[in-house]
């Protein structure tokens, strides 16, 4: 594991990955975002965000797992990684499937699907915030 020294205490402190502080990151805000909507919203809305978020959370740890598959196989033949198209192309229709029967069987409004598929771009966000933070802040840079 990763260790960083932290400037204003000198002491070094075990550092997490960076995909797995995004994904924590997207997982806190579904939950946030779908807790909230649980006492503002309509059910239908409520629904869409939690459908959303899951799928958005299910697309990204299958990305992950498809990438790291690749590159573990290519580093292992001293190839360059390749990613099947079909595996690639299958995670979205896998995805546009799921939100077009919710959306057909009138359980979960369509733009708060999209909104919850969005936690990946919140996540993004506040990581680079962080990042900033450490940066100026700290200055220091977090690899």
Known sequence: MKQT??????TAAPESTIDARV????CAAVALVVIT????????VTTGLLLGGLLSL????????????AFDHALGKGTKPRIKLA??????????IAVLVAYK???????????GLCSFVVALFVE????????????EEIS
């Open 58 to 69: 299910l697309n990204h740890h299958w990305m992950r797992t498809s990438i790291s598959a």
């Open 87 to 96: 595996q690639y192309i299958l995670r979205y229709f896998v995805i546009a």
């Open 23 to 26: 994904f924590r990151t997207m």
């Open 5 to 10: 020294v932290n400037n204003v205490g000198g």
């Open 37 to 44: 909507s649980v006492a503002f919203a309509e059910w239908r």
């Open 128 to 139: 680079a915030f962080r990042e900033i933070y450490f940066a100026i802040i700290h200055r």
């Open 105 to 115: 069987l009138n359980i979960a409004s369509l733009p708060a699907m999209i909104t």
